[in-house]
């Protein structure tokens, strides 16, 4: 499974980007995705989750009511609507395939990792 994630660049404060994941095969489809960030320097945090049908979504504090994740399954890609973007958002964003249906918070299960999107946030 290839995971390829596109969408990032270079904004102001304030504006919006849409980041998408697009898996190879179906694999995938059936599964919990999740968005996970790391900012130059520091570990790679959590974003966003959804399971395997969309029906069940979940959000860092720092990006709820600002971002969302969605999810396409016929076309077997993940997307993450990011609105109101901040200085404090810049950072390479990796989308993420975990082993179950559920999905999590945490970067322990997600099995299939993409290469990244860089996101890039000036003030």
């Known amino acids: 499974v290839q995971l390829q994630a596109s969408g990032g660049g270079l904004v102001q404060a304030g504006d919006s980007l849409r980041l998408s994941c697009a898996a190879s095969k179906r694999t995938g489809s059936n599964n919990g995705m999740g968005w996970f960030r790391q900012a130059l320097g520091k570990e790679r945090d959590f974003v966003a989750r959804?399971?395997?049908?969309?029906?069940?979504?979940d959000y860092a504090d720092s990006v709820k009511g600002r971002f969302t994740i969605s999810r396409d399954r016929a076309k077997n890609t993940v997307y993450l609507q990011m609105n109101s973007l901040r200085p404090e958002d810049t950072a390479v964003y990796y989308c993420?395939?975990?082993?179950?249906?559920?999905?999590?918070?945490?970067?322990?299960?997600?099995?299939?990792w993409g290469q990244g999107t860089l996101v890039t946030v000036s003030s």
């Open positions: 993420a395939v975990h082993r179950t249906p559920v999905g999590s918070s945490t970067p322990g299960g997600y099995v299939y």
């Open positions: 959804i399971n395997w049908n969309g029906g069940i979504t």
